[in-house]
C-alpha cells in the first residue's frame, strides 16, 4: 500500500476561530473563505449568533456582520463543547463587554484548567466565577471597563495570549504580554491585517484598547495540523509521493516539519505565497525512511498538536524517539500522554509514559488491535495513520470525533491510497 497523488486539507481551525470572532469584533462586513466547520469553529459560530451577530451564507463563503466591539447580551448558556480555543479566546471577548454570561463545555472540556484565564481577566477587572474552585468551566463572566495590564504568561499558551489580546483590544490603556516561549501568532497577525494598534517588541507584545478594528476578506489556508496526519501517512509508507496544496506555513505552527527533516524524512515546501498576513504554500512529501530524534524545549509548542502522530511514526522509527517538556499534552482533549501510551501498546507499540513525555523505540511492526480515542480528534486521525502501518484489523472506537478539526479525513485518505 502507497499513498500517492494531490490533495487539500480543511481550513485552519485556528484561523477560522480567530477570522470569526475578529470580523464580529469588527465594523461593517467581513467575508470567511474556506472557513473549518469541524464541530469546534462551529461552536464559535454558533455563541457568536447567540450574541446577535449576524452571519450568513453565499457561494461558499461566510458573511459576518461586525458588531465594533459591543455584542447583545445573551438569553442562554453559551455551548462551548469539546473546544479549548472557543471558550479561552470567548472569555476574553467577554471580559469586555458590561453584561453577564456564561461559557460551559462537554465533559472534556469541564476538566481542563480555566485559571489560566481567569487569573490574568482577573487583574483587568472582570469578575469570572468558576467550578472547582474557580479554575474550571462552566465559567460565568461579568465583564466591562477593562483596565490594560503587564503580564508574563506562566505557560506558553496562544489560547491564553490570544484571550488577553482580544481582552486588551476592548481595554482602557495598554495591554502588555509577556511570552518567553513563543507560540502561534495568528491572532496578533489577523489583528494586525485589521488595523489594531498592536506591535511586538522582542517577546513582548503591545495593544491599545478601545479602536476599531477594519472589517476583511479573510481567506483560510489549509490547516497544518490536519495535513500533519497526510504527512505522517506518507512518510511512513514507502514509494509514497503526495503533494499538498494552500497549506499554512506559519513558522509558529512548523515545528513537526523540522522534527520530520531531522528524523530524516524528504519534505519540501514547493510553492509559497502570503494570505492577510499568513505564508501558504503547497507541500511535497515522499516515503522515507526515519531514525529517531529527541524533540524538546521551545520546539514543543510549535508541534504540540502534532505529538499525537508524531508519536505514531516514532513507532516506525529506527532508534529512540525522546519527547520532553511536554506535561501540556496531560492538558489536552484527553491526557495525550497516558491515551497515546495505552493505545500505541495495544497495537504492540514500545512506548513508555514519562512524567513530561515519552519515550518510543522503533521500528516495530504495529499489529492489529481494538483501540480507543479517547473522544480525542487528534487521537482518533493519529490511530487512523497507525492502523495503516499495521498488519490485522485495527478497530478505533469513537473514530467519529476525528471530524472536530478534520471532517472526510477518512475520504480524503481514501483517495490518495493507492495498492
Ligand atoms: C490553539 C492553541 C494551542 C493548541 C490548540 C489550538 C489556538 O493550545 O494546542 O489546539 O488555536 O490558539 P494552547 O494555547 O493551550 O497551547
Same mark, same amino acid.
Request: with cysteine; glycine share 12%.
Given at each position: 500500500?502507497?499513498?500517492?497523488?494531490?490533495?487539500?486539507?480543511?481550513?485552519?481551525?485556528?484561523?477560522?476561530?480567530?477570522?470569526?470572532?475578529?470580523?464580529?469584533?469588527?465594523?461593517?462586513?467581513?467575508?470567511?473563505?474556506?472557513?473549518?466547520?469541524?464541530?469546534?469553529?462551529?461552536?464559535?459560530?454558533?455563541?457568536?449568533?447567540?450574541?446577535?451577530?449576524?452571519?450568513?451564507?453565499?457561494?461558499?463563503?461566510?458573511?459576518?456582520?461586525?458588531?465594533?466591539?459591543?455584542?447583545?447580551?445573551?438569553?442562554?448558556?453559551?455551548?462551548?463543547?469539546?473546544?479549548?480555543?472557543?471558550?479561552?479566546?470567548?472569555?476574553?471577548?467577554?471580559?469586555?463587554?458590561?453584561?453577564?454570561?456564561?461559557?460551559?463545555?462537554?465533559?472534556?472540556?469541564?476538566?481542563?484548567?480555566?485559571?489560566?484565564?481567569?487569573?490574568?481577566?482577573?487583574?483587568?477587572?472582570?469578575?469570572?466565577?468558576?467550578?472547582?474552585?474557580?479554575?474550571?468551566?462552566?465559567?460565568?463572566?461579568?465583564?466591562?471597563?477593562?483596565?490594560?495590564?503587564?503580564?508574563?504568561?506562566?505557560?506558553?499558551?496562544?489560547?491564553?495570549?490570544?484571550?488577553?489580546?482580544?481582552?486588551?483590544?476592548?481595554?482602557?490603556?495598554?495591554?502588555?504580554?509577556?511570552?518567553?516561549?513563543?507560540?502561534?501568532?495568528?491572532?496578533?497577525?489577523?489583528?494586525?491585517?485589521?488595523?489594531?494598534?498592536?506591535?511586538?517588541?522582542?517577546?513582548?507584545?503591545?495593544?491599545?484598547?478601545?479602536?476599531?478594528?477594519?472589517?476583511?476578506?479573510?481567506? #483560510? %489556508?489549509?490547516?497544518?495540523?490536519? /495535513?500533519?496526519?497526510?504527512? @505522517?501517512? $506518507?512518510?511512513?509508507?514507502?514509494?509514497? +509521493? !503526495?503533494?499538498?496544496?494552500?497549506?499554512?506555513?506559519?513558522?509558529?505552527?512548523?515545528?513537526?516539519?523540522?522534527?520530520?527533516?531531522?528524523?530524516?524524512?524528504?519534505?519540501?515546501?514547493?510553492?509559497?505565497?502570503?494570505?492577510?498576513?499568513?505564508?501558504?504554500?503547497?507541500?511535497?512529501?515522499?516515503?522515507?525512511?526515519?531514525?529517531?530524534?529527541?524533540?524538546?524545549?521551545?520546539?514543543?509548542?510549535?508541534?504540540?498538536?502534532? #505529538? %499525537?502522530?508524531?508519536?505514531?511514526? /516514532?513507532?516506525?522509527?529506527? @532508534?529512540? $524517539?525522546?519527547?520532553?517538556?511536554?506535561? +501540556? !499534552?496531560?492538558?489536552?482533549?484527553?491526557?495525550?500522554?497516558?491515551?497515546?501510551?495505552?493505545?500505541?501498546?495495544?497495537?504492540?507499540?514500545?512506548?513508555?509514559?514519562?512524567?513530561?513525555?515519552?519515550?518510543?523505540?522503533?521500528?516495530?511492526?504495529?499489529?492489529?488491535?481494538?483501540?480507543?480515542?479517547?473522544?480525542?480528534?487528534?487521537?482518533?486521525?493519529?490511530?487512523?495513520?497507525?492502523?495503516?502501518?499495521?498488519?490485522?484489523?485495527?478497530?478505533?472506537?469513537?473514530?467519529?470525533?476525528?471530524?472536530?478539526?478534520?471532517?472526510?479525513?477518512?475520504?480524503?485518505?481514501?483517495?490518495?491510497?493507492?495498492?
Amino acid at each position: 500500500m502507497k499513498i500517492q497523488g494531490k490533495t487539500s486539507v480543511p481550513g485552519d481551525k485556528s484561523i477560522s476561530h480567530r477570522a470569526l470572532l475578529i470580523s464580529a469584533l469588527a465594523q461593517g462586513t467581513s467575508q470567511i473563505v474556506g472557513l473549518n466547520y469541524g464541530d469546534d469553529v462551529v461552536r464559535t459560530l454558533e455563541i457568536l449568533q447567540d450574541l446577535g451577530v449576524q452571519i450568513s451564507y453565499q457561494e461558499g463563503s461566510v458573511f459576518v456582520e461586525g458588531k465594533n466591539l459591543s455584542f447583545n447580551s445573551p438569553h442562554k448558556v453559551l455551548d462551548c463543547g469539546n473546544s479549548g480555543t472557543t471558550m479561552r479566546l470567548m472569555a476574553g471577548v467577554l471580559g469586555g463587554q458590561s453584561f453577564e454570561s456564561t461559557l460551559d463545555g462537554d465533559f472534556s472540556l469541564r476538566q481542563r484548567p480555566m485559571g489560566r484565564i481567569i487569573d490574568p481577566l482577573s487583574l483587568m477587572g472582570c469578575k469570572v466565577h468558576g467550578a472547582m474552585g474557580g479554575t474550571t468551566a462552566p465559567l460565568t463572566i461579568f465583564g466591562g471597563d477593562l483596565q490594560g495590564i503587564h503580564y508574563e504568561l506562566p505557560v506558553p499558551s496562544a489560547q491564553v495570549k490570544s484571550a488577553l489580546l482580544l481582552a486588551g483590544l476592548q481595554a482602557r490603556d495598554t495591554t502588555t504580554i509577556i511570552e518567553r516561549i513563543p507560540s502561534r501568532d495568528h491572532t496578533e497577525r489577523m489583528l494586525q491585517s485589521c488595523g489594531a494598534p498592536i506591535v511586538r517588541k522582542g517577546n513582548q507584545i503591545e495593544i491599545v484598547g478601545g479602536r476599531t478594528l477594519q472589517s476583511q476578506i479573510h481567506v #483560510i %489556508p489549509g490547516d497544518f495540523s490536519s /495535513a500533519a496526519f497526510l504527512i @505522517g501517512a $506518507t512518510v511512513g509508507l514507502s514509494g509514497s +509521493e !503526495l503533494i499538498i496544496e494552500k497549506v499554512g506555513l506559519n513558522p509558529t505552527r512548523l515545528g513537526f516539519l523540522t522534527v520530520l527533516q531531522a528524523m530524516g524524512a524528504h519534505l519540501e515546501i514547493i510553492d509559497s505565497e502570503e494570505w492577510g498576513g499568513e505564508p501558504v504554500g503547497d507541500l511535497l512529501v515522499r516515503g522515507s525512511t526515519l531514525t529517531g530524534v529527541t524533540v524538546e524545549g521551545e520546539l514543543i509548542p510549535l508541534l504540540l498538536d502534532e #505529538i %499525537p502522530i508524531l508519536a505514531v511514526l /516514532a513507532t516506525q522509527a529506527l @532508534g529512540r $524517539t525522546m519527547i520532553r517538556d511536554a506535561g +501540556e !499534552l496531560r492538558l489536552k482533549e484527553s491526557d495525550r500522554l497516558a491515551s497515546l501510551t495505552s493505545e500505541l501498546t495495544k497495537l504492540g507499540a514500545q512506548i513508555v509514559e514519562q512524567p513530561e513525555g515519552l519515550e518510543i523505540s522503533g521500528p516495530t511492526k504495529l499489529g492489529g488491535a481494538k483501540v480507543h480515542s479517547h473522544g480525542d480528534h487528534r487521537l482518533a486521525l493519529a490511530l487512523e495513520v497507525a492502523a495503516l502501518f499495521a498488519e490485522g484489523k485495527v478497530e478505533i472506537q469513537d473514530r467519529e470525533c476525528g471530524a472536530i478539526s478534520f471532517p472526510g479525513f477518512s475520504q480524503t485518505l481514501h483517495k490518495i491510497i493507492v495498492g
